[in-house]
């Protein structure tokens, strides 16, 4: 126990100038500990040995800009920020639970509008690696370090002849944070061919491994959107991949773009070809205007509601899902507006808008704040709710 304490002490010392050293007797001290689930795992072929002296190094930065780490390119700033690379830095971090009393996490941040400064720690995911755990004739299992670019893990796929996930080719972000909300695109979201991930409980450091059902994976949805929100690190994520795949083309513009392309026979690279030449066409890069994809998920109304709104709106487009009728929240944006005769698509106002060709995507042109951003979302909901009783709900995570 009071070696213990001695750890914790030192480490946070040793933290404040940039340093986190540990040896034996931090090992000791946390005997027991389930780190030693990673070992067991055999996650990139890695084991804590308790008895040996190591020392892990750990980058702490104060007062760091994230303009280029949040896709939205928001001026704000960290407080400070530990940028994580390697699973010796993830065991000396969690186990120390002084650190850990507010505790951010980012990986793309193509996902997040920062509306204020982040208090406390915030950890830049930087984990790499993917490792092949499980193989027969039809399926590959493979688990992702949860640092590792999304869209890097799709194109491996494909070079390697991997099926289902190359309808999501192309969506920003890493893979840590593609189960928070479920990711999905072209008919096929995360959920399908998710198998499980590990994640860290950062009030305990224990290392729980989620299966799929435990997930509760939901539209843009997942137990880490409620339940658990922010409770826990998430890890890696094992994915299990078809050898003998059956490619979805139905969903979207994916057959019409296959056409144009000249493909009669299409496969999982011509597929994620098409997908990222719709996206590319569609989609603002964030590189050029920042953005983070969607702000809203697409709201699902009851059949009656549908019918209603029907009668005043015959061209209301919709889609039959379990819960009900899912409308285009694009459509509801692009129909009302911020005056009876103007509609928010392309409306913009100082250097925050909405895109003009994409209605669901708020815009920063340059200098505009979170709370600018985060205001005109409210506008939006509002004037939405008001013309179609409908309530919109925000998709990316307020900050
Ligand atoms: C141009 C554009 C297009 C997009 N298209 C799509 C699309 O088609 N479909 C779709 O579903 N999404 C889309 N998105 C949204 C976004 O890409 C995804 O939500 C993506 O999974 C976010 O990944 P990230 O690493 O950037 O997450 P971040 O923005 O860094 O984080 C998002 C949330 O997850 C948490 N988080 C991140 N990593 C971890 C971790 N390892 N452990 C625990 N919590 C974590 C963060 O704390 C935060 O709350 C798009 C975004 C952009 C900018």
């Known amino acids: 126990m009071v070696r213990q304490r001695q750890y914790k002490h030192s480490a946070g010392l040793l933290l404040e100038k940039g340093y986190v050293g540990k040896g034996s007797k931090l090992l000791k001290g946390n005997k027991g500990h389930s780190f030693s689930k990673i070992g067991d795992a055999g996650m990139c072929g890695f084991y804590f040995v308790e008895e040996q002296t190591t020392f892990v190094v750990m980058n702490r930065r104060y007062q760091v800009p994230l303009d280029d780490l949040n896709t939205f390119h928001i001026h704000a700033l960290a407080e400070s920020m530990i940028y994580l690379t390697n699973l010796e830095e993830c065991k000396a971090l969690f186990a120390d639970q002084n650190l850990l009393e507010e505790i951010h996490f980012i990986g793309g941040g193509s ?14 995911n930087q984990l790499k690696g993917k490792s092949v755990i499980h193989e027969t004739d039809d399926e590959v299992h493979v688990k992702f370090m949860s640092g590792e670019n999304w869209h890097e893990c799709v194109l491996w796929c494909v070079e390697n002849n991997l099926g289902g996930i ?9 893979i840590g944070a593609a189960p928070i909300q479920n990711i999905g695109a072209y008919g096929v979201e995360l959920k399908d061919v998710f198998v499980t991930l590990e994640a860290i409980d950062v009030n305990t450091g224990a290392v729980h491994v989620f299966s799929n059902a435990e997930c509760e994976f939901g ?20 994915l299990s991949l078809s050898k003998q795949h059956v490619c979805h083309t139905e969903y979207g513009m994916i057959a019409e773009e296959l056409q144009k392309m000249g493909v009669e026979k299409p496969d999982i690279r011509s597929v994620s070809d098409a997908v990222i030449k719709i996206r590319s066409s569609k989609l603002p890069n964030p590189d050029h205007i920042g953005n983070a994809g969607s702000f809203f998920k697409n709201p699902i109304v009851t059949q009656e509601h549908f019918q209603s709104l029907k009668i005043h709106y015959p061209d209301l487009p919709s889609y039959p899902v379990e819960e009900g009728i899912k409308v ?6 692009e129909h009302s507006g911020p005056s009876s005769n103007q509609s928010w698509k392309g409306y913009r ?4 808008g909405v895109h003009e060709r994409q209605a669901l995507v708020l815009v920063n042109y340059g200098e505009a704040s979170g709370k600018e951003i985060l205001e005109l979302s409210t506008r939006i909901i509002t004037s939405v709710q008001q013309r179609f009783n409908i309530l919109l709900e925000r998709e990316v995570n307020v900050w």
């Open 111 to 124: 996902n997040i509008l920062l509306t204020e400064d982040i208090k406390g720690l915030t950890v830049l």
């Open 166 to 174: 190359e309808n999501l080719s192309l969506i920003p972000g890493t």
């Open 219 to 238: 539209y843009r949805d997942s137990i880490f959107k409620h339940k658990v929100k922010g409770q826990y690190f998430i890890l890696s994520v094992t």
């Open 328 to 333: 285009p929240a694009a459509w509801l944006i």
């Open 349 to 352: 106002r100082g250097d925050c």
